[in-house]
């Protein structure tokens, strides 16, 4: 099966009813089997209706049926070690390699999960906007200092401040001339849902960076980008998703400072020459 289509299990996964779980955990078992089949014998080997496996198919992502039988019949795949787990007595390589590894898997599945439709939609809107603000608090706030350094390079005026009462001002201010990037891996966070709900109110298009496709953050998005990433026993799923959050922002910028390379390069030759002056 393809790496986009565990990636998809596994984002959706706990939103799903039990009958819904037990196609899953079928697909995910038996994929070769199953992307021969028929939707009509694939559901009677689960014991669940056509319609709710026509549905499941939509509830992921596909299109329709065809499409994820599609998916499940393509051979690249991240095979059994889709994620690694560190053991107590891995040695001190083993851990660094798994820890690599794990890096990279995230990497794919996150990539696995990006569509032209989506980036398209996001480039517009950084390129129309006024103003780019930034949101992310906590652990969060590191992908988003990491967006303001980047954009800092482009022609867009952009704003970040990791203070929360700061960031709720911003948003106050801003209007449907600007654009919000918001950052929150579990998309439930209270605080950023107020700000969220600001900038709602004030029509401000929002571009959303989280772990959660069904979170209220992703539902109240204009566009929204997915992190996919797995917790182990030392390392929690909401740190192992700042390196996919951190190449999605890595991306976002490449696409809005591609198209607008000659603002784009005088921009960051003269932020060169600013710090230039800084070094021994």
Do not use: W
């Amino acid at each position: 099966m393809s790496i986009e289509f565990q990636s998809r299990i596994k984002i959706y996964y706990h939103d799903l009813s039990n009958k819904e779980k037990s196609l899953a955990d079928y697909l995910l078992k038996e994929s070769e089997i199953a992307s021969r089949q028929s939707i009509h014998d694939l559901s009677a080997k689960i014991g669940i209706s056509v319609a709710t496996t026509s549905r499941f198919a939509k509830k992921i992502g596909y299109k329709n049926f065809q499409e994820m039988r599609l998916s499940l019949s393509n051979n690249k795949s991240a095979g059994h070690s889709f994620f690694t787990s560190i053991n107590e007595d891995d040695t001190l390589l083993n851990i660094a390699s798994k820890t690599f590894n794990t890096n990279i898997a995230s990497l794919q599945a996150t990539g696995s999960m990006l569509s032209e439709n989506t980036l398209e939609k996001a480039y517009k809107l950084l390129q129309n906007a006024n103003t780019l603000a930034l949101f992310g608090l906590g652990g969060s706030s590191v992908v988003t200092l990491e967006a303001y350094h980047k954009f800092l390079r482009t022609p867009l005026k952009c704003f970040y401040n990791q203070d929360y009462h700061i960031q709720l001002m911003s948003a106050a201010t801003l209007n449907e001339n600007d654009v919000a990037l918001v950052v929150s891996h579990t998309g439930r966070n209270r605080e950023i849902l107020e700000i969220v709900s600001i900038l709602q109110s004030n029509q401000v298009p929002i571009i959303s960076i989280t772990s959660s496709p069904s979170s209220p953050l992703a539902q109240k998005s204009t566009v929204t980008l997915l992190s996919i990433s797995e917790e182990t026993s030392y390392r929690p799923e909401s740190i192992s998703s700042t390196v996919a959050q951190l190449t999605i922002v890595d991306a976002l910028f490449m696409l809005y400072a591609s198209h607008q390379k000659a603002d784009a390069v005088k921009t960051i030759e003269k932020i060169r020459e600013v710090i230039k002056t800084t070094r021994v």
